[in-house]
């Protein structure tokens, strides 16, 4: 049975790998950040199946808890910061990223350098 | 216990595979997330609920299904998040131009590729 778990490990590094061509060459930012997800879905996967492999799981599932919160944290983290543009209808117009994009000389969705 | 464990990692393998052939091959950012958002969740589920099946009950079923738990709450959310930071930076919606056209052609053809809500202002402006 150990063999059905280990085909299942190389399958998702496949797909790792398949994911990786997409973040390699995604034409916008936010498509390299959903292939960075979903690679970081299929990590968390994949070390719960190397854990149950190698027969000893307590410390890959807490790895693996850990990094399932680290990437729900850090695509949050850089999906608001880069979101800006149109305000919310009742808010007017005093959203941080529209201010900032206004007052700095380089917003942060812009991409360059100041 | 052992079928149900092979059954549910032959269902979570095929939707992992779609998730990432969705990824790879539609042609807008908001299509891509519509694929990874719902497909590799429920792919992620169904083949921790396996592995919970295949251990049999104990702590690590415990731990597993608190993974369950917590990706089948923030995967959605975070794609979600995604999608609406892409929205609010000015991607515009994928549609198709004519019916001849397809392959490269349509990925040129993607409005908005940029993300630059200026400058779709400024094409809207001069075309209206």
Known sequence: ?114 | MNAVAVVLFVAGAFFLMVSSVGLLRLPDFFSRAHAVGKSETLGALLILTGVAFHNGFALESAKLFLIVFFIAVTNPTAIHTLSRAALRSGATIWTRKGPDVEGDEVLEAIPGESFDPEADGAKEGSTT
């Open chain 1, 1 to 114: 049975m150990s063999t059905a778990l280990f085909g299942l490990a190389v399958f998702i590094a496949v797909l790792m790998a398949v994911n990786f061509v997409v973040v390699a060459k995604g034409p916008t930012m936010f498509d390299r950040l959903l292939g960075i997800g979903a690679m970081a879905t299929n990590a968390v996967l994949l070390l719960v199946l190397i854990g149950f492999i190698y027969e000893r799981p307590d410390g890959y599932l807490d790895l693996a808890i850990t990094y399932a919160i680290l990437n729900f944290i850090g695509v949050v983290a850089i999906a608001k910061y880069q979101e800006g543009g149109e305000p919310e209808p009742g808010q007017g117009k005093a959203r941080a990223s529209g201010e900032f994009r206004e007052q700095g000389g380089s917003g942060p969705a812009d991409g360059e350098i100041p």
